[in-house]
């Protein structure tokens, strides 16, 4: 009888879903709150093109939050996902040199398998998917995070000649600007799943081509990491059907690594004049496996370019649709908001009516702790780990019963610009 009325309620539950195919709200804890810096920098600036901030920081938060809103809006959670941001000038990840820079890193802060309510067993899903499928909170704290590039405001030569960030809100960043709101669309969009964590780098005990450890003796791939696939092979396997050995020999083996989904690969055949092999969507696999981005991007190649390829482009536009992204992010089990397609093409900026705040703090429910038979392993436990840019592993107090949870450290995809004396490349 309980089993009857549970299936029930789970019923429900799929059917109000189904019926209020309503935007995410979301909430974005202001990692530099306190300070004069970053998020709350507090020097005085001018409003630009929507953005109405007189502050430097109350302009980085208007851009952020409707960054947030471009991409909440066109996806459906009864949970709302939660955002940890700041904005970095000391963080080396973060590099800003006169013709490179990593833009910003954006990320999944946790996965989880085998919850309740997750679409396939021992595959690892974004926290705030695996909040979405489930229906409800599966653990405390972010469920993504966002560290944009504080050096380029500094205006500094060395630093891609002088680029500074662009805060206006309607896609029109001068010849030697970066168009903000559209980093953050890209970053935030790793942060909801679009991002392999697959290990791309063989460092110590780690294993090149390793899916990260869940528990000890487990490990399991992303729901993302589902469907690469390299047509280079006999066979032509997806990326979970290899040996750890030969998963790391396909990391780079462009043009042939793909994206195997054959719903996606259909509705975009007229969409694509370049960037498919054999009718597939290629994936950046470079000759030389660039850790945070190898696999986690679309290749460069795909025309029209596309928000998720892993070089900034003038070319692109997140006013009118994530383009691709949107087919990915169904893919791995996102339901989309009402008006959203694969592609996302040709819609409005803000689908649905996504609202979201910034805090301080999130707020947290009790939790009870994991049971003793149910501790989360640490990295001492089992340093072989994978994780896109150099590690996932569960970490003490990530736990909570029933659920686990892989806490992806240094795993974050990134978004690069290129510059030459003529201008991007």
């Not at 042939?256 to 694509?272: G, R, Y």
């Not at 190649?301 to 006013?319: H, K």
């Not at 908001?337 to 040709?346: L, N, R």
Request: hydrophobic content about 40%.
């Amino acid at each position: 009888m309980i089993a009857t009325i549970r299936r029930i309620a789970t019923a429900l539950l799929l059917v109000a879903m189904v019926q209020n195919a309503s935007a995410a709200d979301f909430t974005i804890r202001n990692l530099d709150a306190g300070s004069t810096a970053g998020l709350s920098d507090t020097r005085r600036v001018a409003p630009i093109d929507g953005n109405t901030g007189t502050t430097l920081g109350e302009q980085r938060r208007i851009a952020l939050r409707y960054a947030v809103r471009i991409v909440t809006s066109r996806l459906v959670s009864p949970v709302p996902i939660r955002i940890d941001a700041r904005v970095d000038s000391d963080n080396p990840e973060l590099s800003c040199r006169r013709n490179a820079a990593t833009l910003g890193l954006g990320g999944a802060t946790n996965y989880t398998a085998n919850f309740p309510g997750a679409p396939q067993r021992d595959v690892l899903y974004p926290l705030a998917l695996a909040n979405a499928l489930a229906g409800q909170r599966l653990a405390q704290g972010a469920d993504a995070r966002l560290f944009m590039n504080g050096k380029l405001d500094a205006g500094a030569s060395d630093c891609l000649r002088g680029a500074t960030w662009y805060y206006g809100l309607n896609g029109t960043p001068g010849n030697n600007q970066i168009d903000f709101v559209h980093t953050a669309v890209h970053e935030l969009i790793h942060g909801m799943g679009f991002q392999a964590i697959v290990s791309l780098t063989d460092t110590g005990d780690r294993r090149q081509g390793a899916y990260p450890v869940f528990r000890p003796g487990q490990r399991f791939p992303s729901v993302f990491d589902l469907y690469p696939q390299d047509l280079s092979m006999t066979g032509q396997p997806r990326f979970p059907q290899l040996t750890v050995a030969r998963r790391a020999n396909a990391l780079n083996h462009a043009p042939f690594v793909v994206w195997s989904s054959a719903i996606t690969n259909a509705a975009t055949t007229n969409f694509l004049t370049a960037g498919r092999q054999e009718g597939r969507i290629r994936l950046f696999a470079p000759e030389v496996v660039r850790p945070a981005s190898s696999i986690s991007h679309w290749s460069p190649a795909v025309e029209p370019d596309q928000i998720m390829e892993p070089f900034e482009s003038v070319e692109t536009s997140v006013l009118n649709g994530l383009g691709l992204a949107s087919c990915a992010l169904r893919d791995i089990g996102w339901q989309l908001a009402d008006g959203v397609h694969c592609p996302d093409t040709q819609t409005a900026t803000i689908v649905g009516t996504a609202r979201g705040q910034y805090v301080r703090a999130f707020a947290e429910p009790a939790t009870p702790a994991p049971r003793a038979a149910e501790r989360p392993a640490t990295e001492s436990d089992d340093d072989d780990d994978g994780g896109s840019s150099g590690g996932c592993t569960m970490a003490p107090g990530q736990a909570f019963d029933p659920v686990w949870l892989v806490l992806c450290v240094l795993a974050a995809g990134v978004l690069m610009v290129r510059r030459n004396g003529q201008g991007r490349v």
